[in-house]
């Protein structure tokens, strides 16, 4: 089904929105959420947690990429439930080490003043991935919003795992060099 008439559905208050969004989106939203999480329970959660958000969330948004839409809405849920489960047992992995290669990029405040300079620094992180070239895009799209690994990554671009190193660590870098000039840092 077309995302626009999943998108009506929607707005009709039709159950079977639902539905036809798991059927289209289910597997996708469930490795967004595996991809942080590491627990099929736990992603599952976090996908029956979208589709709820989604359904109090559409009769005010329309959107346009429904798919995207959705993972923001997953990746919300799982990187808030692995917040919550990291703070109990503190355990490294993957999201727990692409979130810390970008501490010291981005800083993410939740006191409600912060909010305004939140959305002004999505917008230029936004534009600054535009200038990137679209492997690069890529590369650090995958690994700090899908949080994938190197070797994840360098098997789909045909890329060595050092290789892939070296391009997130050169974003990061033009990435905070992009963000001291916009005056965020």
């Known amino acids: 089904m077309e995302d626009s008439r999943i998108v009506d559905l929607y707005w009709e208050r039709n159950e079977d929105a639902i539905k036809e969004t798991d059927k289209k ?3 996708y939203c469930f490795s967004c959420a ?5 627990d099929r329970q736990d992603a599952q959660e976090c996908v029956n ?3 709820l958000k989604a359904w109090n969330l559409m009769p005010d948004e329309r959107p346009s990429m429904l798919k995207y839409f959705l993972a923001k ?3 919300g849920f799982a990187l ?4 919550k489960n990291s703070a109990e047992k503190r355990g490294s992995n993957e999201t727990e080490a692409a979130l810390s290669e970008l501490e010291n ?3 993410g405040g939740t006191d409600p003043e912060q909010e305004m300079f939140a959305k002004d620094l999505q917008s230029a992180v936004n534009a600054f991935l535009y200038r990137l070239s679209e492997k690069e895009r890529n590369v ?4 700090y919003f899908y949080m994938e690994n190197t070797n994840e990554i360098a098997e789909k671009y045909h890329m060595t795992e050092n290789n892939v190193g070296v391009v997130l660590n050169r974003a990061r870098k033009k990435l905070r060099q992009y963000l ?6």
Not at 140 to 143: C, L, S, T, V
């Open 25 to 27: 989106y289910g597997n």
């Open 73 to 75: 809405i997953t990746r």
């Open 49 to 51: 947690d979208t589709w």
């Open 34 to 38: 595996w991809n942080i999480l590491f």
């Open 105 to 107: 990029v981005l800083s």
């Open 140 to 143: 650090f799209i995958r690994r």
């Open 80 to 83: 808030n439930l692995y917040r």
């Open 180 to 185: 001291l000039k916009e005056g965020y840092i």
